[in-house]
């Protein structure tokens, strides 16, 4: 079943880059930005994550916490933190349990070959858990201000 704005966001617990579980229930009360990108220390996700790193507080300001995911490993997770002073959590989804959940997992096409991977999109999840926008054409070098237009 295809996630909807208004439907409520599928449950999540997840590692972070330093091991420590983080969960969508810990997470209550808060409006939260869940994107999930391809491979950590990749052009398109470094551009996108360095992006919402230099917005952070200014989302914050907003109400907003953020919180990346992707199939790499901790280690990897970790590396990709620390290289670009990133200051939010970042989820090492190995097992794809919270990619699946959000549907992001599928057919994808470059350089005319088909593989598997995970679509680059942003879940905007309310104080309540509800998702309350989907960005599936993620603008990786412009990625808060994407957000941001949203509430304005």
Request: net charge positive.
């Amino acid at each position: 079943m295809e996630l909807k704005e208004g439907m409520k966001a599928p449950p999540f617990t997840g590692v972070n880059q330093n091991g420590k579980t983080v969960s969508l229930k810990n997470l209550a009360g808060k409006k939260i930005i869940l994107y999930f990108y391809p491979k950590a220390l990749t052009a398109g996700c470094t551009k996108e994550t360095v992006n919402l790193s230099e917005n952070y507080e200014l989302l914050k300001t907003k109400g907003f916490e953020v919180i990346g995911v992707s199939p790499d490993p901790v280690e990897k997770q970790k590396k990709f933190h620390d290289k670009y002073n990133v200051p939010f959590d970042l989820i090492a989804d190995e097992n794809k349990k919270i990619i699946n959940a959000y549907g992001v997992w599928g057919k994808k096409k470059m350089y005319g070959r088909e593989y598997e991977g995970v679509h680059r999109t942003t879940f905007i999840i309310n104080e309540n858990g509800k998702i309350e926008h989907i960005i599936r054409k993620v603008k990786t070098g412009d990625h808060a201000t994407q957000i941001l237009k949203l509430y304005e």
